[in-house]
Structures are given as structure tokens and as C-alpha cells.
């Protein structure tokens, strides 16, 4: 975009991975800072901390900042770097699945080149590096663009708040780049399942279960046999995978049950597939006589399909990666994350693009520093790359 060079050039990348490379310590302090901060999705005052901490980062290496409020959740931020028509979005989540006081059990920790800690790898070392992209494009190609960073504070907890904001920011930009976790080995992640979460209530009839059982209608009988009967959504399509994963019913063993509640995972890979899997799970026939089933629910996030935009974003990180000296897999996971939303409003994304490491939401949760400089790199070359003439929303 008008700086009168070759972005792409060879000779951009190896500055922008020097420019990261010396500035190692920053990044690792970046991360350690914001991980300081423990922020679990659900207590807005810690989450609001590490947002400040955050914003007063992003001001000061030159970003406009804007706090978007939230009555419950965390507040989002929205920063901007650079300026000019073409925007590349960076985005990610600064909530954790850790409460406060975990820190005292899983102290932030550097053992054999790793950092150990609460929400490092998931995903404060994922914002660090993305501080880090923008400051070496500003310093190296002033002139590249638009640079817009999402960072949410409910991604944890099913991005109830932050949807619309992001799903926004998305349409407006030529690719999103999520700085998630990696996968094993660093890969990134190029298909992620979309996410559906259904709770099934049976209404039944109370009674006592030795003198009159035939005046019952058991909510615990028929409970159990939808259970079995929602295995059968693999039939409508092998790539769909389903999960009671919570049950309760009853009151006593001598009173047939009046009301029994489960509460179903679902997730499919195609989302050509949502609406069969809507239609089946909701559409529930009692077999015990005199029960009644209520279905709620419904899918929180479409799947991020591997498209051939979304091909070609990798294999250009591929490349660059390649020409920084390191190789970039690519993989899928059951998994979701906000780059289900961009992928599904048409925008190129490239999730996974965070830090190396391993242990989200595990007690063993950490980081490889030294992946932090070169994937920062990374992210800033393709920021330039997707800003000159990269990928751009199929519309
Ligand atoms: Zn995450």
C-alpha cells in the first residue's frame, strides 16, 4: 500500500524477524505481565484489571484504544494501528478458564526454555506477540495500513458478549489473523468444529412407585432412552459428533420421576450439516407415555471450514515462515474460538497463530519462549503480506 516497496520482499521479513528477535525480553515481559493479571471470563473487576494493563500497552507502543463497556462481562478493547483503507484484524481474548488464586497453585514458572503458568499459552502470550507484530510493522513499513486488534474478555465462556463485535470488525477486514494457541508442534489451525449446546427437559408424571407405578409417567425412563436414541445423529452424517455430557432426574427410588434434564454437546465440521442437526435433536418423540419433552438451544458458533480462502492464507504464512527459517504445519480441531465467527462472515482466517506450547486449560499449561520472537514475526509479515495485495474477503 503505497511505500513504494515490495512488501513481500525477502528483505522485509528479515527485518521484521530482527526487529522481534531483539526484543525478546519485551515480549516475554508483555506476557508475563498480562499473566500477572489472573482474569477469569466470569469476575468482571479481575478481567477489567488485566484490560487495563492491556490498554495502557497498546497506548503506549502507539495504538488508539477504544474500551468497549460491558454491564457483566470484562470490557473489550479495540485498538488501531497505522492508518489507510485495506485493515488486516489481529484478534483474540484476554479472559482465562483460571480462577484468581490459581497463580498461588501453578506459579508463573521458566523451566527448560518453557514458561509455565495460568493462561499463558491460552492466551497472553498470544497478545504479547501480537504487541510485538504491530510494533515491528510500524517501525519497519509505517506505511502498510490498517492494523485492528479485537482483544475480548468473554471468549471463555461462549463469546455471549462479543459476537456482533466481532463478526463487525471481520467484515471489514481483508483477513483475520487469531493469535490462539498453536497446535502440537506450533501448526496453525485451519478447520475448527462448530459448537452447539442443547439442554433437554422431560416433564413427567409423579407416583408412587410400588402401589400405583401405572398412574407414573417417568421423566427418568424417558430421559434415558433419548439418550440412546440422539447416539443415532451419526447417521445423518459421520462428521458429526454429539455428547450428553450432564444428566440428572428424580427425587426418591420409590417415586417415579416427574422431571429429568440432560445437557448435549454437539458439533459438526460442515456447516452445510447445522440445520439437520437442529432439526433432530429438537424434534424429540416420547416413547414413555405421558411424558413430554422441551428442547432448548442451539448452535453458539458455525464451523470454520477450510476453504479455498482460507488454503491459500496458510500456504502464504507457510511460505513466509519457511523463508524465517521455520516450518508451519496446518491441522483442524473439535475445538472452537472466535475465528469461527470471521471465517463464517466470508473473511480469510488463520487461527492458531499464538504461541508454541502445550496444556491449555491443563495444570501443565506453558509456552515455549523462544517461539515467541520468530511468531511474532510471523504475524507481522503477514500482516504486511495480507495489506499489499493478500488474501480479501471472497464478496
Ligand atoms: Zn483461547
Known amino acids: 500500500m503505497g511505500t513504494g516497496l ?56 502507539g495504538g488508539t484504544v477504544a474500551r468497549l463497556p460491558q454491564a457483566r462481562a470484562g470490557d473489550h478493547l479495540r485498538a488501531e494501528f497505522g492508518a489507510g483503507e485495506s485493515q488486516v484484524l489481529l484478534l483474540g481474548h484476554f479472559d482465562t478458564v483460571w480462577p484468581v488464586g490459581q497463580l498461588a497453585r501453578m506459579p508463573l514458572e521458566f523451566r527448560d526454555g518453557r514458561l509455565f503458568g495460568p493462561g499463558v499459552f491460552d492466551m497472553k502470550a498470544g497478545i504479547a506477540l501480537g504487541l510485538l507484530a504491530a ?32 463478526e463487525e470488525e471481520a467484515r471489514r477486514s481483508r483477513a483475520a489473523l487469531v493469535l490462539e494457541p498453536g497446535l502440537a508442534g506450533g501448526g496453525v489451525k485451519t478447520a475448527r468444529k462448530g459448537c452447539a449446546e442443547f439442554h433437554l427437559a422431560v416433564h413427567g408424571v409423579p407416583a408412587h412407585a410400588g402401589v400405583e407405578p401405572d398412574k407414573g409417567a417417568s421423566a427418568v425412563h424417558e430421559l434415558a432412552a433419548q439418550v440412546v436414541d440422539l447416539q443415532r445423529v451419526r447417521e445423518l452424517t459421520p462428521d458429526v459428533s454429539l455428547n450428553v455430557g450432564t444428566m440428572s432426574g428424580g427425587t426418591l427410588p420409590n417415586v417415579v420421576a416427574e422431571e429429568a434434564r440432560a445437557v448435549v454437546d454437539a458439533r459438526v465440521t460442515a456447516a452445510a450439516d447445522m440445520d439437520r442437526v437442529i432439526d433432530f435433536v429438537r424434534n424429540r418423540t416420547p416413547t414413555v407415555p405421558g411424558t413430554r419433552i422441551e428442547v432448548t438451544g442451539g448452535f453458539d458458533r458455525p464451523p470454520l471450514e477450510r476453504t479455498a480462502a482460507v488454503a491459500r492464507l496458510y500456504e502464504r504464512a507457510r511460505d513466509i515462515a519457511g523463508r524465517l527459517g521455520h516450518d508451519l504445519s496446518e491441522g483442524a480441531t473439535g475445538g472452537g474460538s472466535d475465528g469461527n465467527f470471521t471465517a463464517a462472515v466470508g473473511t480469510p482466517t488463520l487461527d492458531g497463530l499464538g504461541a508454541v506450547g502445550a496444556g491449555p486449560h491443563a495444570l501443565h499449561e506453558h509456552i515455549e519462549v523462544d517461539s515467541l520472537p520468530w511468531r511474532a514475526a510471523l504475524v507481522a509479515c503477514l500482516v504486511v503480506d495480507v495489506l499489499g495485495d493478500g488474501p480479501a474477503p471472497a464478496a
Do not use: F, H, N
Open 135 to 166: 510494533r515491528a510493522v510500524l517501525d519497519v513499513c509505517p506505511a502498510a495500513g490498517r492494523l485492528v486488534m479485537l482483544w475480548t474478555s468473554d471468549e471463555e465462556r461462549r463469546s455471549r458478549t462479543s459476537r456482533t463485535l466481532i
Open 6 to 61: 515490495d512488501t513481500s520482499s525477502a528483505a522485509v521479513e528479515q527485518a521484521l524477524l530482527a526487529y522481534c528477535e531483539s526484543r525478546r525480553e519485551w515480549v516475554v515481559e508483555t506476557t508475563l505481565a498480562l499473566a500477572r493479571l489472573e482474569s477469569p471470563t466470569d469476575d468482571k473487576m479481575a478481567v477489567d484489571a488485566c484490560g487495563r494493563e492491556l490498554r495502557e500497552r497498546m497506548e503506549a507502543i
